[in-house]
Each structure stands twice: as structure tokens, then as C-alpha cells.
């Protein structure tokens, strides 16, 4: 049905999101550990 559709549509964005958020976070995180 269409419902599922957009309920799947935004799962899958939420999970690029998530994605994103890790590609933008992760190296962050390094370089924090790094320097302490």
C-alpha cells in the first residue's frame, strides 16, 4: 500500500541519516581521542 511505501521510504532515510551522521562524527571522535 502506499503507506508502506512511505513508511519504508522513511526508514531508509533515517538510515542514511544515521549514516551521515557516523561519516561526520567518527573522524571527530578520532582526533578527540587522539589528542587526549
Known amino acids: 500500500s502506499a503507506e508502506q511505501e ?8 533515517d538510515f542514511s541519516h544515521s549514516n ?7 573522524p571527530t571522535i578520532d582526533i578527540i581521542e587522539a589528542g587526549s
Not at 6 to 13: D, L, N, W
Open 20 to 26: 551521515w551522521i557516523q561519516e561526520e562524527l567518527l
Open 6 to 13: 512511505s513508511e519504508s521510504a522513511k526508514k531508509s532515510e
